[in-house]
């Protein structure tokens, strides 16, 4: 059984940082791409970052660049998403995705990020 379960999430300051992690579970991980997609309240989803199976690959959307790195250990089967200088517009649930070409895709429940002061 796939599962993606993320954790890490929580209410920081503008400025500050959190560290957000996804577990994967039930599938062969270092085969699959993996992104953070967010939705804030009253927005539809949008992505935020993938990186490649081997790690070589990352990109980012225009939005989060310079501020958020994404990374990935194949051998512990997570994914990482640091976020820093947070803003207020950052606030969403910021969910896991996994994508195989051939298999398909699955997401994970989502952590909420809040960024107020």
């Known amino acids: 059984q796939v599962q993606l379960v993320e954790s890490g999430g929580g209410s920081v300051q503008p400025g500050g940082s959190l560290r957000l992690s996804c577990a994967a579970s039930?599938?062969?991980?270092?085969?699959?791409?993996m992104s953070w997609y967010r939705q804030a309240p009253g927005k539809e989803r949008e992505w935020v970052a993938r990186?490649?199976?081997?790690?070589?690959?990352?990109n980012y959307a225009d939005t989060v660049k310079g501020r958020f790195t994404i990374s990935r250990d194949n051998a512990n089967n997570t994914v990482n998403l640091q976020m820093n200088s947070l803003k207020p517009e950052d606030t969403a649930v910021y969910y896991c995705?996994?994508?195989?070409?051939?298999?398909?895709?699955?997401w994970g429940q989502g952590t909420q990020v809040t960024v107020s002061s």
């Open positions: 990186i490649s199976t081997t790690g070589w690959i990352r």
């Open positions: 039930g599938f062969t991980f270092s085969n699959y791409r």
């Open positions: 995705n996994s994508f195989h070409l051939f298999s398909g895709e699955h």
